[in-house]
C-alpha cells in the first residue's frame, strides 16, 4: 500500500482535525463565512472542501441553477448552503454525524437558506422521505479503504475512511432509487482511494463512471488527483470513461 492510499494516515488526519477544532468557531472560504462545531469534517484541517465546491462550480462566483439536491455525507454544509445560494429550490443535506447536521443547519440560517436546505441525520439514504426524487445526487466519498474489519473509534473517522468499501457499496446499489427521470449521480473520488475497486463495484450493478472533471492537489509533497464521477448506467469498463488526464 503507497504511504498516501495508507488508511493510518487517514486516521490520523481524523485524529489531528478533532485536536485542532475543540470549540465552536468561524472561518472562511470562497467569500463567505462559515460556522464551524467540533467532531464534525472540517474545511480548515482538509482542502477537499473548497476542491469541491471548485470542480462543481459552487465557488465565491457560483454557476447559476436550479432543480433539487441531495448531498450525502455534508459535513459543515458548505456544499448544500452553496448549492441553495446558487439557484436550488431544494436541498436536501443528510449526514451519520449528529453534529454535522447541526453544523449545516448553522450555516443554512447563517446564509438566509434555511428555507430550501433541510439538514437530516441519516446513514446514507436510510433517512429520507421514500417519496423523495432528486435532479442530482451528490457524495464527496469518504474514498480511502480502509479493512474490512476495521471497527472506527468515532463517528469522525467514517468521513476519512470506508472500511471494506461497504459504504460505496451500499451508494452504488441505492443512489438511482432517489433520482428524478433525468437525474444524475456525482461522487468525488481521489487518486487515495482505490480506483480500480470502485470500477469493481460499479460493475456488479451494471453500472459505469465517466469523469466529469479533475483537479489536481499537492498532499505532503504528492500530486494527489480529485474527480468528480457521474455514474452511469453504461456497463462499467476496466478503465473510467475518460482518463483524468482529459478532464476539463
Same mark, same amino acid.
Do not use: K
Given at each position: ?14 485524529? #489531528? ?12 472560504? @470562497?467569500?463567505?463565512? %462559515? &460556522? ?5 469534517? #472540517? ?7 473548497? $476542491?469541491?465546491? &471548485?470542480?462543481?462550480?459552487? =465557488? ?19 456544499? /448544500? ?7 436550488? @429550490? ?18 443554512? /440560517?447563517? +446564509? ?8 437530516? +441525520? ?12 432528486? &435532479?442530482?445526487?451528490? %457524495? #464527496?466519498?469518504?474514498?480511502? $479503504? ?16 470506508? /472500511?471494506?468499501?461497504?459504504? @460505496? ?8 432509487? %432517489? ?6 449521480? *456525482?461522487?468525488?473520488? #481521489? ?7 470502485? $470500477?469493481?463495484?460499479?460493475?456488479? @450493478? ?8 479533475? $483537479?489536481?492537489?499537492?498532499?505532503? =509533497? *504528492? ?9 452511469? +448506467? ?15
Amino acid at each position: 500500500m503507497s504511504e498516501i492510499r495508507d488508511y493510518r494516515r487517514s486516521l490520523e488526519r481524523s485524529r #489531528s482535525a478533532l485536536r485542532t477544532i475543540v470549540e465552536p468557531g468561524t472561518f472562511s472560504l @470562497h467569500g463567505r463565512r %462559515w &460556522d464551524m462545531r467540533p467532531g464534525v469534517f #472540517s474545511p480548515v484541517c482538509s482542502p477537499t472542501t473548497g $476542491l469541491v465546491m &471548485d470542480m462543481l462550480g459552487l =465557488g465565491e462566483r457560483p454557476v447559476p441553477r436550479g432543480g433539487s439536491f441531495l448531498e450525502i455525507g455534508c459535513g459543515a454544509g458548505l456544499v /448544500a448552503v452553496s448549492a441553495a445560494l446558487a439557484g436550488c @429550490h431544494r436541498v436536501v443535506a443528510s449526514d451519520i454525524n449528529a453534529e454535522a447536521v447541526a453544523n449545516t443547519a448553522d450555516n443554512a /440560517a447563517r +446564509h438566509g437558506v434555511a428555507d430550501r436546505v433541510e439538514a437530516l +441525520h441519516s446513514d446514507l439514504f436510510a433517512g429520507l422521505d421514500p417519496r423523495e426524487r432528486f &435532479d442530482l445526487v451528490f %457524495w #464527496s466519498s469518504n474514498y480511502v $479503504l480502509a479493512p474490512a474489519d476495521y471497527e472506527y473509534e468515532t463517528v469522525h473517522e467514517r468521513a476519512y475512511v470506508d /472500511a471494506g468499501y461497504a459504504t @460505496h457499496r451500499r451508494f452504488l446499489a441505492e443512489a438511482s432509487d %432517489w433520482l428524478t427521470p433525468d437525474g444524475s449521480i *456525482v461522487l468525488h473520488f #481521489s487518486s487515495r482511494g482505490d480506483l480500480p475497486a470502485l $470500477l469493481r463495484l460499479a460493475g456488479e @450493478h451494471d453500472l459505469g463512471l465517466r469523469t466529469l472533471r479533475g $483537479l489536481t492537489d499537492v498532499e505532503g =509533497g *504528492v500530486a494527489v488527483e480529485h474527480m468528480l464521477i457521474e455514474v452511469t +448506467h453504461q456497463p462499467a469498463r476496466p478503465r473510467l470513461a475518460l482518463p483524468l488526464s482529459a478532464a476539463a
